[in-house]
């Protein structure tokens, strides 16, 4: 095995929770790469020391530009806002080190497209994290879809919904204003990206968005707080998308439903470990979905766990992450989700926003390799 130094950009919720799946991932995973956590940054000298210490890196620094540089530093993790990761993603490939980034990508979409050339241009592995996709149960259902289990796909259904800004009484926050802050910016990346992962490129769109609060204790939000999306799949396959921070009594609503010719698929990641299964086969009076409990026979599960139906959690989502940002540095290849995929759910926002103001069904252009 070998060590590789790991540098953390940002210490807060998704710092925290890079930094222990990059300390946890060797043991889960056995993995040829066994990551050394070199030196966070943070927006200061005193916050980066703080994190430095609760989560176990060498050194810490308040600049991120001097961790990018440092040489020690061999591959970096982007956990700060998103007006940030263009900027570093750019610095650490221009020094020839990988970069993971949280996302959305960028903060708009000629931010990701800049990033996807970079990254292209350097020809150096690089991932964005969308963790809900890789929960043991999302992948099972993408080799269920894979072998045809529920025939042709004819419509899928999905939502991220929470209800963190549901209450009109809660002040306004960094949340509440600038655009990539909105639902848009925050909840709908992972819906997207799993409606892609499942059904592949979407064609067109018609959208609708909206601010539910438009104030918060006299500050006006600028931003939005939900949003339907109509899609049309380029396999063509209906669907429709719903994303809210609004949605009362939701906590973690990524969900979605699958429709084919010869069964379906239901998933709500509230209950993550398990999959409702329906076969259309067998007699009528019989016929009802199957709930699967999640275990050692599905993807990434055994690592964690030997017992099916015991369960995995959000932590270990970020932890198969690591194991695969580190698989892509030891091959030298890109493995998913690259940057590419995260220009192609920029572009579906972007797409969707263009809809919304026209009022009408829009042409989403579709992201192929080489092209941006």
Sequence with gaps: ???????????????????????????????????????????????????????????????WHSLVADPRVEAVVIASPQTTHRAIAEA????????FCEKP???????????????????????????????????FVRQLLAEGAIGDVT???????????????????????????????????HMINCALALMGPMAEVSAAIETVHKSRGG????????????????NGAMGHLYFSRTATGRKMG???????????????????NAVHLYRAEG???????????????????????????HGTGYQDQIIIEARDFLRAIEIGQP???????????????DTAFMAAECGGWTSIPLVGKGKS
Excluded at 173 to 185: D, I, Y
Excluded at 256 to 268: C, L, Q, S, V
């Design 1 to 63: 095995m070998t060590e590789i130094g790991i540098g953390l950009v940002g210490g807060g919720y998704m710092g925290k929770a890079h930094a222990v799946a990059m300390a946890s991932v060797g043991a889960v995973f056995d993995t040829t790469l066994r990551p050394r956590l070199e030196m966070i940054a943070a927006s200061s000298d005193a916050s980066a020391e703080r994190y430095r210490a609760a989560y176990g890196f060498a050194r810490a620094t308040g600049d």
């Design 92 to 99: 650490a490939f221009s020094l020839g080190k990988p970069v």
């Design 105 to 139: 990508l960028g903060a708009s979409l000629e931010d990701a497209q800049a990033m996807v050339a970079a990254a292209e241009a350097a020809g150096l592995p690089n991932m964005i994290g969308f963790n809900y996709v890789r929960t043991p149960a999302t992948q």
């Design 155 to 189: 419509w899928f259904c999905g939502e991220h919904t929470e209800d963190f800004l549901a209450d009109p009484d809660e002040p306004a926050n960094w949340r509440t204003t600038g655009r990539a802050n909105g639902c848009m910016g925050d909840l709908a990346p």
């Design 219 to 234: 500050v006006a939000v600028d931003n939005d707080d939900h949003a339907q999306m109509m899609v049309r799949f380029a």
């Design 254 to 272: 990524y969900a979605y439903e699958i429709h084919g010719t010869k069964g379906a698929i239901r998933f709500d990641q509230e209950d993550q």
């Design 283 to 309: 007699p009528e009076a019989t016929r009802g979905f199957v709930k699967i409990l999640i275990g050692p026979e599905h993807p990434d599960y055994l690592p964690f766990c030997q017992g099916p139906g």
């Design 335 to 349: 493995v998913w989700p690259t940057f590419r995929d995260g220009l192609a759910v920029s572009r579906v926002i």
